[in-house]
């Protein structure tokens, strides 16, 4: 079991061809695997508002086309929602943090709620929009797992509410993890980013998939630390935080979003150029 570590920090391109050099090969495979809130896009103040910056786009939609780069987006948001913010066509994407994937022919792995656990959602959803969808919080409902958004409620108000939401989802036996200026309420099942990250490598390249490929993850977030931990010794993964001290699985840190970029043209130098 790995553990938690202060990573060493990447801040620009010249740092990932120093710290990685011969990590990728024009001759070989690489899998990216992305978050996209905080990851592809910088975080805004409501999620309907995000937007990838215009060049991080660009080249994202590059390598995308190219035959030795797998690419799939791994969001906490619903499937269709991130398809449509993302927008690329030919790449896997999951949503839900992993509970819903789309592969690029259209076929889908759904993780199926026992149907209890379906009920107590239905019944959680009621009572946090009865009791504490109020003082510009409000509950994103994505069907299998929810995200309570508090960042518009005022500062004085801010932690009762998200404590009585806190409180709310687990009374219904669901996990509150702690995002930015959300709750994020995941059902209580043995299926998070890691889950799906090992699950859409084996699917693509099979059970020995790390022999035949190099992975590449990068996630904002502490759903993004399951993936993070799968794939520790097996990929590189990248925690974007401005935190210097924070712990992670990861085995880079990335001070902020915009060093995304530099990491998609670290890969865009390679298969691409």
């Given at each position: 079991m790995p553990e938690k570590q202060v990573a060493p920090v990447i801040r620009n391109l010249e740092d990932f061809e120093h710290n990685l050099p011969g990590y990728l090969s024009s001759?070989?495979?690489?899998?990216?695997?992305?978050?996209y809130d905080g990851?592809?896009?910088?975080?805004?103040?409501?999620?309907?508002?995000?937007?990838?910056p215009v060049e991080l786009e660009a080249i994202l939609h590059k390598i995308a086309k190219h035959p030795k780069v797998f690419l799939a987006?791994?969001?906490g948001r619903g499937l269709k929602d991130v398809q449509k913010q993302v927008n690329i066509d030919g790449i896997t994407y999951a949503g839900n943090h992993g509970l819903e994937i789309e592969y690029p022919d259209g076929s889908r792995h759904d993780y199926e709620l026992p149907t209890e656990i379906q009920k107590?959602?239905?019944?959680?959803v009621r009572e946090l929009k009865e009791k504490v969808e109020k003082n510009g919080a409000w509950v994103e409902d994505k069907k299998v797992s929810l995200t309570y958004h508090y960042r518009d409620t005022p500062v004085a108000l801010k932690d009762q509410q998200k404590q009585l939401a806190s409180e709310i989802c687990t009374k219904f036996g669901f996990r509150a993890n702690q995002a930015h200026e959300a709750i994020e309420a995941k059902p209580p099942v043995n299926w998070n980013k890691?889950?799906?990250?090992?699950?859409i490598l084996k699917q693509k390249f099979g059970d020995n998939w790390s022999q035949k490929v190099s992975v590449v993850f990068a996630g904002d977030d502490t759903t993004d630390e399951d993936a993070m931990r799968v794939l520790r010794g097996l990929g590189r993964s990248f925690r974007i935080s401005a935190d210097a001290q924070i712990q992670t699985y990861a085995d880079f840190r990335l001070p902020?979003?915009?060093?995304?970029?530099?990491?998609?043209?670290?890969?865009?130098n390679v298969y691409v150029s």
């Open positions: 001759e070989s495979p690489v899998a990216v695997l992305l978050d990851t592809l896009a910088p975080i805004a103040d409501n999620p309907a508002k995000t937007k990838m987006v791994i969001s107590n959602y239905t019944q959680m890691g889950e799906a990250a090992l699950y902020k979003q915009a060093v995304m970029t530099d990491l998609l043209k670290w890969i865009a």
